[in-house]
């Protein structure tokens, strides 16, 4: 039985019912320039017409590759305020330049949170004004499992009774679960990854430091060794995908 899709009701509290993990592979030494026009011309203007731009960063693993999320009421707002950025002036402008960053923007997973209380938290906004430059705090960490079927309400349970108590006890701050939002693409000039099936864990951490600690304290665990290690690979189609996220400037996710 695959894990029902629950209601998530906007608020000032959680974002978002419908989000997008949208990672870019960049030309060699475009990141920055990406990120600076993306921070100073891409975040009000989408948010203008309905998104919610959650978050942006720098893959530390990576130096071509950049990634950020954006959340969505539901599906049919997300079709419309999609076809009224990309088809407004914003993007018309700025679209060129955006562009010639890339080697590939079609690496999106669409989602949904896992329960009702598992979206992104926004008690208040984190992001800075335009103009104010100061380094960004924190580091965000997405693990992405995937499964060869739907994920099933037997592996959210097993994550919430197990899982998430050890990562938590190591020093992890889970923030967000999120799965595949099953919904087909409705706004196909945008490409999204089909047929995928995900749940992807954010965690945030302090910096690089404390999130290396955190992975000595797992490493040191018997249980994660063991027990849970081998459920992992008895539930998992592959190992899971480490994202290690430095947000930008204007992140609204930051430490």
Known sequence: ??????????????????????????????????????????VESQEAVGMKVIGQFRDLDDPNRFVWLRGFRD???????????????????????????MIDSDNVLLLRPAHANTAFPFSASNRLPLGVNQPAKGLLVATIYYFDAPVEKE?????????????????ASIIACLVTERSPNNFPA?????????????????????????????????????EISEELRRRLKGHPQTLKLSPTARSQLTA
């Open 190 to 226: 945008l490409p999204v990854r089909e047929g995928e099936n995900v749940f992807i864990s954010f965690s945030r951490f302090p910096d690089a430091a404390a999130y290396e600690r955190y992975l000595a304290v797992l490493a040191r665990s018997p249980r994660w060794s063991g």
């Open 1 to 42: 039985m695959t894990n029902p899709i629950i209601p998530v009701s906007p608020s000032d509290q959680s974002c978002c019912p419908i989000v997008e993990l949208r990672q870019y592979t960049l030309h060699p030494e475009k990141r920055d320039i990406l990120i600076e026009l993306f921070d100073r011309q891409f």
């Open 155 to 171: 592996f959210t349970d097993f994550f919430d009774r197990l899982l998430r108590p050890m990562l938590v006890s190591a020093g």
């Open 75 to 101: 599906m049919p707002s997300r079709a419309q305020a999609l076809q009224d950025f990309y088809g407004g002036p914003v993007w018309k402008t700025h679209r060129e330049v955006a562009n010639t960053t």
